[in-house]
């Protein structure tokens, strides 16, 4: 997996966004488009050996990203049955991602995610964040990236199917 630096991963421009203090743990404002959601969902589901699914742990209308035989070994725990990330219905357009918690504590401090609400109540531990939607293409370049990583971290291939590396460079 590759780490991201501190060129790779810039800041998130502005405040973020409000959120839900428990579950479920969602986004309320800042909502990502539509159309940026759509393209950010395709393209986890694009990465090679990913199924669509309900989710395990999520609400009513997320999409589920599974990993059902890692192309790799993982490098951390599988938390949700080969559930590794979900992206939540159009009114929300956050994600929570299962991350090392290397990882997220850099798209914490970038502005771009949060732990989930669980995490603090010691429920589940520091690999899981709300990755917050894009707001325009360049946040999803971010995004794209971030989610790159959750997939690598849980055993996805290195590459896409182009050759081109996955993950943040």
Do not use: K
Not at 60 to 79: C, H, I, K, R, S
């Amino acid at each position: 997996m590759t780490t991201p630096d501190q060129t790779a991963l810039q800041v998130r421009a502005g405040s973020p966004p409000a959120t839900t203090p428990t579950n479920p743990h969602t986004q309320l404002d800042q909502i990502a488009p539509v159309h940026l959601q759509d393209r950010l969902r395709d393209h986890a589901l694009s990465l090679p050996g990913v199924r669509r699914g309900i989710s395990r742990v999520s609400v009513p209308g997320a999409v589920a990203f599974y990993l059902d035989e890692p192309l790799n070994p993982p490098t951390m725990p599988d938390l949700f049955g080969g559930e590794w990330g979900h992206i939540h219905p159009p009114s929300d357009g956050s994600l929570h991602l299962n991350v090392p918690t290397e990882l997220a504590e850099r798209l914490i401090q970038a502005g771009w995610a949060e732990y989930h609400s669980l995490v603090g109540r010691g429920h589940i531990p520091p690999l899981v964040v709300m990755l917050y939607g894009p707001r325009d293409e360049a946040e999803l370049t971010v995004c794209a990236s971030a989610v790159e990583e959750a997939y690598l971290a849980n055993g996805g291939a290195r590459h896409d199917p182009t050759g081109r590396a996955l993950g943040f460079s």
